[in-house]
């Protein structure tokens, strides 16, 4: 049974920080491209941060400088360290493993808010 489970979310201030965590099973989670993603209330998801197979990392604009994406394959994991977060940053986030010949899986998401 393939699993996403993310972690990490909580209410953090303006300019302050978390590490979400992505536990993936039931797949060969080493061949897989990881994202997170986020939602924002009233608004599309968008992609936060990406890592190939390979370690190759992608940011969103909004987010460089900023956000951290890395992977353990040893533990199966996927984290984003967010750093200097801003109110414009609360959002559900979502991790997303995609591979371009197999299936695709979603997390359920952890909650950041970003609040005074």
């Known amino acids: 049974q393939v699993q996403l489970v993310e972690s990490g979310g909580g209410l953090v201030q303006p300019g302050g920080s978390l590490r979400l965590s992505c536990a993936a099973s039931?797949?060969?989670?080493?061949?897989?491209?990881m994202s997170w993603y986020r939602q924002a209330p009233g608004k599309e998801r968008e992609l936060v941060a990406f890592?190939?197979?390979?370690?190759?990392?992608n940011y969103a604009d909004s987010v460089k400088g900023r956000f951290t994406i890395s992977r353990d394959n040893t533990k199966n994991t996927v984290y984003l360290q967010m750093n200097s977060l801003k109110p414009e940053d609360t959002a559900v986030y979502y991790c997303?493993?995609?591979?371009?010949?197999?299936?695709?899986?979603w997390g359920k998401g952890t909650l950041v808010t970003v609040s005074s």
């Open positions: 997303h493993a995609f591979h371009p010949t197999l299936n695709d899986y």
């Open positions: 039931g797949f060969t989670f080493s061949r897989y491209a």
């Open positions: 890592i190939s197979s390979g370690g190759i990392t």
